[in-house]
């Protein structure tokens, strides 16, 4: 098994660009697609990255993912930061058929 | 649109077994891909409990394999958890989800199961 480690919490200005990672134990980062999820109060979460870089249709180009070989990790940005976009994000990633979220980082936007 | 709903007792007693269904509407689940339950304790991050693909093959989280049972029902169109042997760590909102590639596309709304006497 392997973890996915994401920072406890960020924060930043809004029109501001944040960055949030996620860092694999064990195993390559590029091995296996990594996702992200956006999950608000109350709420199921929703996609906004798949396979490492790509955006569900109706997700804005402002949020773009990424994968870094050199720290095996991945990572995802939203530029122009909106007041909406204060959420809890997730990375998730599989290794053969096991599946595996990280712990959560809470995108605070103020 | 797919549409998945929970349903299933929201109290538990400890040592006894959490019974979930997800009944899927607007899909028919035995045309393809998996379907699997999510669960997030109360303040807490989302884990992966295990997945179903149509055909009935099963894949279960490791730390939770020897509690856990997934099994489909085609004829209903639905799908169901059973966790075996509950304690008050297995309190948590249950999601079901259907996963199409490598992402969970649809969710259910989650259901909130307390384990206590």
């Known amino acids: 098994n392997f973890m996915l480690t994401q920072p406890h919490s960020v924060s930043e200005s809004p029109g501001k660009t944040v960055t949030i990672s996620c860092t694999r134990s064990s195993g390559s980062i590029a091995s296996n697609y990594v996702q992200w999820y956006q999950q608000r109060p109350g709420s199921s979460p929703t996609t906004v990255i798949y396979?490492?870089?790509?955006?569900p249709s109706g997700v804005p180009d402002r949020f773009s993912g990424s994968i870094d070989s050199s720290s095996n990790s991945a990572s995802l940005t939203i530029s122009g930061l909106k007041t909406e976009d204060e959420a809890d994000y997730y990375c998730?990633?599989?290794?053969?058929?096991?599946?595996?979220f990280g712990g959560g980082t809470k995108l605070t936007v103020l | 649109q797919v549409q998945l709903q929970e349903s299933g007792p929201g109290l538990v007693k400890p040592s006894e077994t959490l019974s979930l269904t997800c009944a899927v509407s607007?899909?028919?689940?035995?045309?393809?891909?998996?379907w699997g339950w999510i669960r997030q304790p109360p303040g807490k991050g989302l884990e992966w409990i295990g997945s179903i693909y149509h055909s009935g093959s099963t894949y279960y989280n490791p730390s939770l394999k020897s509690r856990v049972t997934i099994s489909v029902d085609t004829s209903k169109n639905q799908f169901s958890l059973k966790l075996s042997s509950v304690t008050a760590a297995d309190t948590a909102v249950y999601y079901c989800?259907?996963?199409?590639?490598?992402?969970?596309?649809?969710w259910g709304q989650g259901t909130l199961v307390t384990v206590s006497s």
């Open positions: 989800a259907r996963r199409v590639g490598y992402v969970e596309t649809n």
């Open positions: 998730q990633s599989y290794d053969s058929s096991n599946q595996v």
């Open positions: 396979e490492d870089n790509q955006r």
């Open positions: 607007g899909y028919s689940i035995s045309s393809g891909y998996y």
